[in-house]
């Protein structure tokens, strides 16, 4: 039998977009979900708009506003499914995403989570297709800069939080998401899938544009945390590609103050980082 997926998703205040994001979960070409709404103490109709979706797959939790991370660390125990996916409620999934997600979930059992693709798009359409790297050593150093997964994209296997207690950190309330993905990748593995999996909306109403300072500084914490783990990792960087030994150097001359120059300065030279980025983190150490 097909592994159950339960797809989640915290809802506050989403009437405007619910019933398309919806619709393209309830539609996906994998039936073999659960559907887990929380609604986070919405004032408009947001609630009526999930309970006129007549599926018997839905479970619905709805409770006072307490923000997404007790919204959603609350409803991971409700979660039964082999998998967790999650999804924002002013986003869409393409219809065969968790098909593709199940599938390279169960073709590569040692991966904890994986994410896809996505289409950016707002009010006016599409912007921009964002991919992130596809396998886990990449994503480790990429994390650096970046978040490793697309959240709304994700797909986790619940025994990685549950083996390892894992859950969204409160005091990450803006950036709870980088930090579960730091968390999971110094116990399991990440992966992205190539595929356009996720059509991504773009608002001004969106956390991360309106706690942006806030959310900057949190992640910036994670990825130092990140840093120090590569460098327990790795002991020297033999297995590491150019393109990652750059990640690792350009983080390190830019935010690690244990460092002076001479010594950010000789790390980067001795390195294997191609001539011409090897430059660029020269002059950002010099001129710092």
Not at 209 to 215: I, L, N, V
Not at 223 to 243: A, G, L, M, P
Not at 253 to 266: E, F, I, Q, T, V
């Amino acid at each position: 039998m097909a592994p159950l997926v339960s797809v989640l998703m915290s809802c506050y205040n989403a009437e405007q977009h619910i019933d398309e994001a919806i619709n393209s979960l309830l539609n996906q070409t994998y039936q073999n979900i659960e559907f887990i709404f929380v609604n986070d103490g919405s004032t408009d109709n947001t609630l009526a708009k999930i309970e006129a979706f007549n599926d018997d797959r839905i479970q619905i939790l709805t409770h006072t506003n307490k923000g997404i991370v007790e919204a959603l660390n609350n409803a991971i125990q409700y979660c039964t499914g082999k998998y967790i996916a999650r999804m924002d409620a002013d986003d869409i999934s393409s219809l065969d995403r968790i098909e593709k997600q199940v599938a390279f979930m169960e073709g590569f059992n040692k991966v904890s989570a994986c994410g896809g693709s996505i289409n950016e798009f707002n009010e006016n359409g599409f912007i921009k297709k964002t991919s992130r790297p596809t396998k886990h050593q990449d994503l480790l150093f990429y994390s650096l800069h970046r978040a490793p997964i697309s959240n709304p994209s994700s797909m986790i296997r619940r025994s990685i939080l549950i083996e390892n207690e894992l859950s969204y950190d409160p005091i990450y309330k803006y950036g709870q998401d980088v930090k579960l993905w730091s968390e999971i990748l110094k116990v399991g593995l990440l992966a992205n899938i190539p595929d356009v999996i996720l059509e991504y909306r773009k608002s001004l109403d969106q956390v991360s544009t309106k706690h942006r300072a806030e959310q900057k500084s949190l992640a910036h914490k994670v990825r130092i945390d990140t840093y120090h783990f590569i460098q327990k990792e790795f002991s020297n960087f033999e297995t590491v590609s150019s393109e990652n030994q750059y990640h690792f150097y350009r983080f390190m001359a830019r935010h690690d103050n244990s460092l002076n120059k001479m010594k950010k300065l000789s790390k980067i030279t001795l390195s294997s980082v191609k001539p011409l980025k090897k430059l660029l983190l020269i002059c950002s150490v010099i001129f710092k």
